[in-house]
């Protein structure tokens, strides 16, 4: 039988609505007696059906999927001839239903708490989950109760409330809303599928497991990917740990998070050699979907350094800008700020001589530049007015 533990005590917890550790107040895990593989990418299309077998409860049900995950995995031949990296795959997340990786979580999320008898799910968020935790729930017939920090912008709250949910500005940051959140959950009987969920982390963990299976199982050196909450980076972790106990692969890729230098509390704490995040003081960059200054899976991360499988740094919002701007000019891909953040540590890091030409890098390109498109103003755009005549 699957089971949760606790990430940070190990304490072993029954599969149930528990988030996080009554005792150490880490985040839980899904763990497994036999791990089973998953269907294979080319064998079964719809993301639900092809992740039952790594997925802790049976009787899923496929009719709710969007069509998220089996995302294309494109090989960057400019990065490639600019860095000198013989091999750099960017994993394109911008085409998900919601046009964010959010969806891969949000779906098996929604699948659980179907399965715990939930009729009400709900997210904190600055933009992208909240649009995802929304549109699914609209798709299960499930009510959404969604949390946005109180400085969103007017003009993102249309594209979340268009689905249909129950919309709060909370008070506050996204680290004192989630945890608010959490407790207002167990109170109104809301299951809340924010960043770190157990079973989110279930959907996220197939952005491994579809890299690898893309890449036919041949070893990959590097996963790069930015990071916020560290829901995602502790899933992309997970998935390449699993996919080494079930010998598809000889040895996990070392996972680089990226954070803005502006909002990097776990690079910093890791820089310092520090167990535990603290709050980052005065968060300010343009990379809005990684600006959690108190990212829950924080400690999580950090452990995952010290244990020697990642490790995470920070670049600068000018170094962001740029990034963004090669992504769209020269690969073709138009990616939300948060999203360049992993091409510019690679542009860096292959500067530095730590990634050399014989590695193989795959880059988790997250969401979409359209829903950011306020970061447009950073580029200095053109436009020619042609003549009248
Ligand atoms: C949520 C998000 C991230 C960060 O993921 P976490 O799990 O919060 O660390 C990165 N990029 C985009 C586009 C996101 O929406
Ligand atoms: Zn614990």
Same mark, same amino acid.
Do not use: D, H, W, Y
């Given at each position: 039988m699957p089971y949760l533990a606790c990430t940070g005590c190990g304490k072993k917890h029954p599969l149930a609505t528990d988030l996080r550790c009554a005792d150490c107040g880490e985040p839980l895990e899904v763990r497994y007696e036999t791990l089973t593989p998953?269907?294979?990418?080319?064998?079964?299309?719809?993301?639900?059906? &092809?992740?039952?077998?790594?997925?802790?409860?049976?009787?899923?049900?496929?009719?709710?999927s969007l069509g998220e995950g089996g995302t294309p995995l494109v090989e960057a031949v400019h990065l490639q001839r600019e860095t000198g990296i013989g091999e750099i795959y960017l994993k394109n997340e911008t085409v998900n239903p919601t046009w964010s990786f959010k969806d &891969?979580?949000?779906?098996?999320?929604?699948?659980?708490?179907?399965?715990?008898?939930?009729? &009400?799910?709900?997210?904190?968020?600055?933009?992208?989950?909240?649009?995802?935790?929304?549109?699914?729930?609209a798709r299960a017939g499930l009510e959404a109760f969604v949390y946005v920090a109180a400085d969103i912008p007017e003009s993102k709250l249309g594209p979340i409330a268009i689905y249909g949910c129950h919309l709060t500005r909370g008070t506050g940051d996204y680290g004192s809303l989630y945890y608010h959140a959490l407790a207002f959950g167990k109170e109104r009987g809301i299951y809340f599928i924010s960043s770190d969920n157990p079973f989110r982390i279930e959907g996220q963990k197939t952005l491994a497991y579809e890299i690898l299976d893309q890449l036919d199982y041949e070893p990959l050196d590097f996963i790069v990917l930015p990071v916020s909450s560290g829901g995602n980076m502790a899933?992309?972790?997970?998935?390449?740990?699993e996919l080494v106990a079930l010998g598809l692969i000889q040895k996990a890729p070392f996972v680089i998070g990226v954070q803005a230098a502006g909002c990097s509390p776990i690079a910093r704490a890791a820089a310092e050699g520090k167990e535990k995040i603290e709050p980052f003081p005065n968060p300010d960059t343009i990379a809005h979907a990684i600006a959690n200054p108190f990212p829950p899976s924080g400690n999580r991360i950090l452990r995952k350094v010290r244990e020697g499988r990642a490790t995470v740094m920070a670049v600068s919002d000018e170094e962001i800008i740029a990034a963004q701007a090669f992504l769209a000019q020269k690969e073709g891909l138009f990616v939300q700020p948060a999203s360049a953040a992993p091409v510019a540590a690679v542009r860096r890091l292959a500067a530095a001589g730590t990634l050399r030409p014989e590695h193989r890098v795959a880059v988790i390109v997250t969401g979409s530049g359209l829903k950011d498109t306020g970061a447009l103003a950073h580029h200095h755009l053109e436009g020619e007015t042609a003549e009248r005549r």
């Open positions: 998953p269907a294979r990418l080319t064998e079964e299309p719809c993301f639900i059906a &092809r992740n039952v077998n790594i997925f802790p409860f049976p009787n899923l049900r496929p009719e709710l &891969r979580g949000t779906s098996l999320g929604v699948q659980a708490a179907l399965q715990l008898g939930f009729e &009400r799910v709900g997210t904190v968020s600055s933009g992208n989950m909240a649009a995802s935790v929304a549109a699914f729930a899933a992309v972790i997970k998935g390449c740990e």
